[in-house]
């Protein structure tokens, strides 16, 4: 059992402890050098490495975990949408993330 903390500690998303990609751990956790481009901003790397594969997000769990308010976070989400990073469910109301 996870303890109780006052706010969210970096590596632990859902309840579940995220650790580095090290050999032999399972797939859907990101390695530490992951197929970005150059280019790519680094809020969008910092956003997509936080993300754990085929996992579905709120717009509020992500900020969390990027320590982000929530009208920056539905922009950077929006613009991760339209560059084919992430995927969404619902229109607007109840819409969550998830990692291609």
Request: charged fraction near 30%; charge should be positive; hydrophobic fraction near 35%.
């Given at each position: 059992m996870?303890?109780?903390?006052?706010?969210?500690?970096?590596?632990?998303?859902?309840?579940?402890?995220?650790?580095k990609?090290?050999?032999?751990?399972?797939a859907?956790?990101?390695?530490?050098?992951?197929?970005?481009?150059?280019?790519?901003?680094?809020?969008?790397?910092?956003?997509?490495?936080?993300?754990?594969?085929?996992?579905?997000?709120?717009?509020?769990?992500?900020?969390?975990?990027?320590?982000?308010k929530?009208?920056r976070?539905?922009e950077?989400?929006?613009?991760?949408?339209?560059l084919g990073?992430v995927?969404?469910?619902?229109?607007?109301?109840?819409?969550?993330?998830?990692?291609?």
């Amino acid at each position: 059992m996870l303890p109780s903390f006052p706010f969210m500690p970096e590596g632990i998303v859902s309840g579940q402890i995220r650790e580095k990609a090290v050999p032999g751990q399972p797939a859907d956790y990101p390695a530490e050098s992951a197929d970005y481009p150059a280019d790519m901003k680094p809020r969008y790397k910092q956003i997509l490495e936080a993300m754990l594969k085929d996992v579905w997000y709120s717009t509020e769990q992500i900020g969390e975990m990027v320590s982000l308010k929530g009208s920056r976070t539905r922009e950077l989400m929006k613009e991760l949408v339209d560059l084919g990073y992430v995927e969404i469910t619902a229109g607007t109301k109840g819409r969550r993330y998830k990692k291609k």
